[in-house]
């Protein structure tokens, strides 16, 4: 039976089942009975983490066509983020420009703007559209809704500080990035202002409503820079990391 996508409004037969979070962002996730190590909001470390059995997916949101745009966004930024493309077109350099105790800058170069930003979009939709409650903090106002919804569909990733993208990688220790998935993190006050994902030692966040103080613009994916990742040392990890499960 036909339903109508949540993405293209179009009556359509939908996808059974769509992830909200790509499955490749959770490799190294798993445990030898392929459950997920998860952490939910008010445990401060990670040995209040816990295994969980599935992914997090939604059924009947997209219809194939809309799911096929998805998965194609979602195979480029496997490839950026996680490695895969050509590395004469897209190297990754890893430099740290200002001497910092605290972080290490990775820089990405020649990724396509439009595409890396639709993704990361794409994910701040499906977080606020899903029903699983793993989501359920992430409640945007209509109009946001509506926008980030066009922006994916018509494939407009518009200007770079508008729902601006950045990226931090999160070392736990010297041998290994904080393995670890937890609750979105919203920052609100009379309404939602910035969505953060921690997702397997990286942590994404995107500004929602224009803010007079932008918190660290020149990490902004842009499409006139490098994408800077500021990967976070132990143990700013460990304080940053309670802070987040802490709200």
Not at 31 to 59: E, H, T
Not at 183 to 199: A, G, H, Q, Y
Not at 220 to 231: A, F, G
Request: charge should be positive.
């Amino acid at each position: 039976m036909d339903r109508i996508c949540k993405l293209c409004q179009e009556l359509a037969p939908l996808v059974r089942k769509s992830h909200i979070i790509p499955d490749f962002m959770y490799g190294g996730l798993r445990d030898a009975k392929g459950r997920m190590l998860f952490n939910r909001a008010g445990n401060d470390n990670v040995k209040g983490s816990y295994p969980i059995q599935s992914s997090f997916f939604d059924k009947y949101i997209l219809c194939y066509q809309c799911e096929s745009k998805l998965s194609k966004l979602e195979r480029y930024a496997a490839g950026v983020l996680y490695g895969g493309l050509n590395p004469e077109k897209n190297p990754i350099q890893f430099s740290n420009p200002i001497p910092n105790d605290d972080f290490v800058s990775i820089f990405v170069r020649g990724f396509d703007y439009v595409k890396l930003k639709l993704f990361f979009l794409s994910i701040l939709w499906r977080a606020h559209i899903s029903i699983n409650p793993f989501f359920r903090e992430v409640i945007l106002e209509d109009i946001v809704e509506f926008e980030l919804r066009q922006m994916v569909a018509k494939d407009e990733a518009g200007n770079f500080d508008k729902y601006p993208v950045t990226v931090y990688g999160l070392r736990w220790d010297a041998e290994r990035l904080l393995r670890v998935i937890a609750e979105p993190n919203v920052i609100k006050n009379e309404r939602v202002e910035s969505v953060s994902f921690l997702i397997n030692g990286f942590l994404y966040q995107i500004g929602v409503v224009p803010s007079v103080e932008k918190t660290n613009p020149e990490l902004y994916l842009s499409p006139l820079k490098d994408l800077e990742i500021r990967v976070i040392q132990p143990p700013l990890t460990k304080r940053l990391f309670i802070s987040y499960l802490k709200g």
